[in-house]
């Protein structure tokens, strides 16, 4: 089974500030299977970024997904006031299916 | 637009049975892949298990032992059953959906579930 670690359990940094996510896989990932999620207090998660790197539908240009194999990051390459939440990776493969990490909270400084 | 809708009880007691409805409109849930997701208070989120086609399923490992998820074609539904449940089971409750078999493209907004006696 993939364990999904994700780095730095919290991260403090200001609005129009860049904001780098990292997750860090176990062992190699399925085909690049990573996703993100943002969730905000009281609301369920929204997906963001697929397939390591795809946008999902109507999320913002700013958010970026990238990396392979092990190492997969998220940025957010300029911070408006709405993207301060909890961010959370999630693996997907045929032998353990789905595997979430535990989760970035991006806090205001 | 899809729309989930979980509903069931608040308030569970230890050692029975937990029954949770996912409700959902805009799409048929004989198409795509129906997750049950849960979230402790203020802790990460962990996949329960995924039901899709022909009422296929997948659980994940923790709850095979106990757990069952079916779907209803005629009121577009799907059902969870947690078996046998203890205090750790106390948590929100999700049902997602995925377009593919990849991801979670849709969510519902959650059923909070209290295990007590």
């Known amino acids: 089974e993939i364990v999904l670690t994700q780095s730095p359990g919290t991260l403090s940094l200001s609005p129009g500030e860049r904001a780098t996510l990292s997750c860090r896989a176990s062992q190699s990932v399925t085909s690049n299977y990573l996703a993100w999620y943002q969730q905000k207090p009281g609301q369920a998660p929204r997906v963001l970024i697929y397939d390591s790197s795809t946008r999902a539908t109507g999320i913002p240009d700013r958010f970026s997904g990238s990396g392979s194999e092990t190492d997969f990051t998220l940025t957010i390459s300029r911070l408006e006031p709405e993207d301060f939440a909890v961010y959370y990776c999630q693996h997907y493969s045929s032998s353990s299916l789905y595997t979430f990490g535990q989760g970035t909270k991006l806090e205001i400084k | 637009q899809v729309q989930l809708q979980e509903s069931g009880p608040g308030l569970a007691t230890p050692s029975e049975t937990l029954s949770l409805i996912c409700s959902v409109s805009g799409a048929s849930i004989s198409d795509f892949h129906w997750s049950w997701i849960r979230q402790p208070a203020g802790k990460g989120l962990e996949w329960i298990g995924r039901?899709?086609?022909?009422?296929?399923?997948n659980y994940n490992a923790p709850f095979r032992s106990r757990v069952t998820m079916s779907l209803d074609a005629s009121r577009n539904q799907i059902s969870l059953n947690l078996y046998s449940l203890t205090g750790a089971d106390t948590a929100l409750y999700f049902c997602?959906?995925?377009?593919?078999?990849?991801?979670?493209?849709?969510w519902g907004q959650g059923i909070l579930v209290t295990v007590s006696s």
């Open positions: 039901i899709y086609g022909s009422a296929i399923t």
């Open positions: 997602a959906m995925g377009k593919t078999k990849t991801k979670f493209d849709s």
